[in-house]
């Protein structure tokens, strides 16, 4: 996708289960590839970074399965890695490069590390030294002081010291610290100058104790690894949630009213990025924690207030701090951040230049930022995201503005985060999915629920019929599931106000025929015409939320839905239903016929191989046997009551 409009939204709230951390998971891999025994490694991130650290150590002769989910297990090598010639392409991700090229260099191999042309402009001189200090044998093969690099066989020489620069970026003492140990001597790094992004450095102590390597430390400066450090598999390993991830969620949060509360991080996080909440604290935001969670709402009174922040310690997260300064009262200056310059793109620069799009006023810094909000937001900005993942979600938050927004290149966020956009829509617009059988009312209820709420509302069942229609007009049989998908993909249909268009024409009572009712159910059968439609469902998530109905909306269009109904009724009142509708507008009906037809279509919409009609496990069942409309409406706007205060704060 070339871009993705955020249409304007004003308020965030909602729950929401973080990612894996990448930090914690590409260290979790180097470390159960090179210690001793079996690692089961749980809630792995799934991303392109974790891919490329993945891709890179089957190509190294690490024998690694997936299981169920997220959940991976890992065999060590309990030392070196076995294959000892191999060409590894690494993408752009820094946290695969560094400590790779660190422990390929202490493994008397024959290796070549490469990555994409940005990852080639990311310097690693700092890292080579220190590791040419000890014996290695590293090539530059392209700039001196950058990758790709060519690492040959060399004897290491063991114990003594080695020096390390620690300004430009943690991760070269993380990768030095995480290799040490493959030489099984005595080892002290000593770091020259001073050390950012300290936070970093604690996960990689923590995690390499967990493994059984105790690094003793003498502040920031000394670092000493025992004689005789081995790696050992502790066994299954859990993934934290992603603290840097969640920080624009809980920025959302402390923007738009919340509460926004993240699960996966908390108190008890080793991530240095969870104090990202005392900063937007600092700002007025109301925040709580727990051991695993954090939660964010807007000031009680007022906007947010601009700060003035030395970000050493939350360098990825200080990001989201400078696009909240647009919704904070004066200037906000984040300072210590310099490596923001040698990050996926020139965060900066590139920070600046896309605030300012917005109507801010932005005064750039060699390693500083400071950003003052115009009075308003400027509209229809187009967001340049330079192929930095974080660029795109940091961005997303300008639509809490009430402006519409586009974000370029969005797929960028598939480095670290990839449904992002579709986690941050379910804030800003969540959903309420109401599925169940023919004729059951849940269309009714559906579109008096949307109404009295100030939702919007998808009939996902008239975009079937919409196909049937097509289809029977163009001569395309029923049966051709490859023609139907091509109807679907171009299908010229609009939804105006309470109309139906179908190539402009008003095609509401042509699709509510028994033909078009029985070929809706036959054309939603065939998987390509449902992965047709799938885009044009979820477009239909705008802010402030979205009432959809149909029989798949919980369990596949929106699984994440934070209210679900299946809303039933035995046949025999759904045929009574049905027959008195036909009744009322003249029509000539017949009940036994109706209930058979029902009772077909139920059967071929619940027997279908792909997405059946079914009542999810997290769905509330309201069986309208004995109700009226008004009464199954006031029973689903209670439950909206309860799960999503704030949308039904307007009816
Ligand atoms: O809700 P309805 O009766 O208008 O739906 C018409 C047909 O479309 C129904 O027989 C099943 C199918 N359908 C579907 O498969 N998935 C949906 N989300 C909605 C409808």
Redesign the pocket.
């Known amino acids: 996708m070339k871009f993705l409009d955020l249409p304007p939204a004003t308020h965030a709230s909602g729950t929401l289960r973080l990612p894996g951390s990448k930090s914690i998971s590409n260290r979790f891999l180097l470390l159960a590839a090179l210690a001793e025994g079996e690692t089961a490694i749980r809630d792995l991130l799934l991303s392109d970074d974790v891919e490329r650290m993945l891709e890179a150590l089957k190509a190294l002769g690490i024998d690694w399965q997936r299981g169920e989910g997220n959940d991976f297990l890992v065999r060590g090598a309990g030392g070196a890695f076995p294959v000892q010639q191999a060409e590894l392409f690494l993408g752009n991700a820094g946290t695969a490069f560094r400590p790779l090229t660190a422990a390929l260099a202490l493994s008397n191999g024959h290796y070549r590390l490469s990555g994409v042309p940005r990852m080639h402009e990311r310097p690693i001189g700092d890292l080579v030294d220190a590791l040419r200090q000890l014996g290695a044998d590293i090539r530059y093969l392209g700039n001196e002081g950058f990758p790709p690099l060519e690492i040959g066989p060399a004897p290491i020489r063991a114990g003594g010291r080695t020096t390390v620069r620690g300004e430009a970026s943690s991760q070269f003492l993380t990768a030095l610290l995480m290799a040490l140990p493959l030489t099984g001597a005595e080892a002290t790094v000593e770091v020259i100058g001073e050390l950012i992004s300290k936070p970093y450095i604690d996960i990689t102590l923590n995690l390499m104790a967990r493994f059984g390597v105790t690094v003793e430390r003498d502040g920031w400066r000394e670092f000493h690894i025992p004689a005789g450090a081995r790696y050992r598999s502790p066994g299954t390993v859990f993934v934290e949630g992603d603290a840097t991830s969640a920080s624009y969620f809980l920025a959302a949060g402390a923007i738009a009213g919340g509460p926004v509360r993240v699960e996966g991080v908390g108190r008890d996080s080793i991530q240095g990025d969870v104090r990202f909440a005392e900063a937007l604290q600092a700002m007025g935001a109301r925040i709580g924690m727990g051991p695993n969670w954090i939660e964010a709402r807007a000031p009680e009174r007022g906007r947010l207030q601009a700060i003035d922040l030395d970000c050493n310690h939350i360098p990825d997260a200080a990001m989201t701090l400078a696009v909240a300064a647009l919704f904070a009262q004066g200037t906000t200056r984040l300072t210590n951040i310099a490596s923001w310059r040698v990050k996926e793109t020139d965060r900066i620069t590139a920070m600046a230049t896309e605030l300012r799009k917005l109507g801010a006023t932005v005064a750039e810094g060699a390693d500083s930022i400071a950003v003052t909000p115009g009075l308003t937001f400027t509209p229809h900005a187009a967001i340049d995201t330079y192929d930095d993942h974080r660029m795109a979600m940091c961005f997303s938050l300008a639509c809490l503005g009430s402006v519409p927004v586009r974000i370029n290149d969005p797929g960028c966020v598939n480095k670290t985060f990839p449904e992002y956009f579709e986690r941050f829509a379910s804030l800003v617009a969540p959903v309420i999915a109401i ?1 169940g059988p ?2 059951s009312g ?2 009714t209820v559906a579109a008096l629920v949307a109404e009295k709420l100030g939702l919007h509302y998808l ?7 919409l196909v049937a229609l097509a289809a029977l007009r163009a001569g395309v049989a029923l049966d051709e599931g490859e023609a139907l998908a091509r109807i679907a993909e171009t299908l010229p249909a609009t939804f105006e106000g309470g109309r139906i268009l179908l190539d402009g024409e008003d095609a509401g009572m042509a699709i509510r025929s028994e033909e078009c ?1 029985a070929g ?2 036959k054309v ?1 059968a065939f998987p390509a015409v ?1 992965t047709a439609l799938l885009g044009r469902q979820r477009a239909y998530r705008l802010a402030p939320g979205l009432v959809a ?5 919980g369990s596949v ?1 929106f699984p994440d839905a934070p209210l679900k109904v299946f809303l039933t009724a035995t046949a025999e009142a759904r045929a009574e239903r049905r027959y008195k509708q036909l009744i009322d507008k003249g029509m000539s009906a017949n009940i036994d016929i109706l209930l058979q037809d029902l009772r077909e ?1 139920d059967a ?2 619940s027997a279908r191989a792909v ?1 059946p ?1 079914q009542k999810c496990a997290d769905a509330e069942l309201l069986d309208t046997t004995a109700m009226t409309v008004d009464e199954a409406v006031a029973w689903v706007i209670e439950r909206v009551r309860r799960r999503l205060p704030q949308a039904a704060a307007r009816s």
């Not at 009939?459 to 019929?465: I, T």
């Not at 109905?549 to 909306?553: H, I, W």
């Open positions: 599925d023919s004729a849940k269309g009939d996902s069942g008239a975009l079937y019929r009712s809706a159910s939603a449902r109905e149909g029989r798949d909306m269009v279509r071929r919409d997405a009609l």
